[in-house]
Nanobody, 123 residues
Framework: QVQLVESGGGSVQPGGSLRLSCAAS????????MGWYRQGPGKQRELVAT???????NYADSVKVRSTISRDNAKNTVYLQMDSLKPEDTAVYSC?????????????????WGKGTLVAVSS
């Protein structure tokens, strides 16, 4: 069984910063792409940023110059540093990862989601 657990969310004033973390645990063989998505109030879930195993990154235009995604493969963890936060960044931020896990049938690949962490930006 594989779990993704996010942390680092909270309340912050406009212009502030947060660093989100997402740790994968369980019967993991390997992890390919990891990423962050968010869903704001009354909005659909949207991609924030993704990172491949070798470190190639992709960002939504809305966060590109204000965010940095990184990962520690030894710790099975992905991070999202967000700076110059705006009220429109308010959302539940969820981690997603493509993970190959040990199962009774052998190693199987699947996409996994964390439960999310709330980021609230207001003055």
């Amino acid at each position: 069984q594989v779990q993704l657990v996010e942390s680092g969310g909270g309340s912050v004033q406009p212009g502030g910063s947060l660093r989100l973390s997402c740790a994968a645990s369980g019967s993991i063989f390997s992890i390919n792409d990891m990423g962050w998505y968010r869903q704001g109030p009354g909005k659909q879930r949207e991609l924030v940023a993704t990172i491949t195993r070798d470190g190639s990154t992709n960002y939504a235009d809305s966060v590109k110059v204000r965010s940095t995604i990184s990962r520690d493969n030894a710790k099975n963890t992905v991070y999202l540093q967000m700076d110059s936060l705006k009220p429109e960044d308010t959302a539940v931020y969820s981690c997603n990862a493509h993970i190959y896990a040990y199962t009774a049938e052998g190693v199987r690949g699947n996409y996994y989601w964390g439960k999310g962490t709330l980021v609230a930006v207001s003055s």
